[in-house]
């Protein structure tokens, strides 16, 4: 299994680092993060060390993502989340501060101080076909 010894998540892992676990599998661990976005944020990290999502083999996406809806499930039942965010951050423009793949689950509530900060762009002419057929052919 890949591994980093540089990568706080690997150390994490490892047990080399504290952090505070909820959920264990042979290839993920789910951890409470340290500065939740709202507390009871969860981290799903894959124990094996791939930096962006498209570096994941899609076994272990495929593990990653069949854990969710338990864990969202958990978040409702257990905090009273009224819903979740499930986000990844791949990338440095995307906001990747950790360089080793992992899913944020983030429990919401009616009232919380979250506001993301997207904006919205809009297609025009052909722009939504032509950037569909871009994807579909990098699909391969
Ligand atoms: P990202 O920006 O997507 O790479 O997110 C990294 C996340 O890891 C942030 O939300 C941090 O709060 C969290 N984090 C960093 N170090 C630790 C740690 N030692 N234990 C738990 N969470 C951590």
Not at 49 to 72: K, M, Q
Not at 101 to 110: A, E, G, N, Q, T
Request: charge should be negative.
């Amino acid at each position: 299994m890949s591994r980093d010894s540089n990568c706080v998540f690997c150390r994490i892992v490892a047990g080399d680092i504290p952090s505070t676990r909820v959920l264990e599998t042979d290839d993920a661990i789910v951890i409470l993060d340290i500065n939740p976005v709202v507390k009871g944020h969860l981290l799903v990290i894959p124990r094996a060390h791939h930096v962006l999502v498209g570096d994941l083999p899609d076994d272990l996406a495929g593990h990653v993502g069949s854990l969710l809806p338990r864990l969202t499930r958990s978040l409702a039942s257990a905090l009273g989340a009224e819903g979740t965010n499930v986000v990844i951050n791949s990338g440095r423009v995307a906001g990747q501060e950790i360089d080793h793949c992992h899913w944020h689950l983030i429990p919401r509530f009616s009232g919380d101080p979250v506001r993301w900060p997207w904006p919205r762009d809009a297609y025009s002419g052909d722009d939504m076909a032509r950037t569909a057929s871009r994807i579909v052919d990098g699909l391969g």
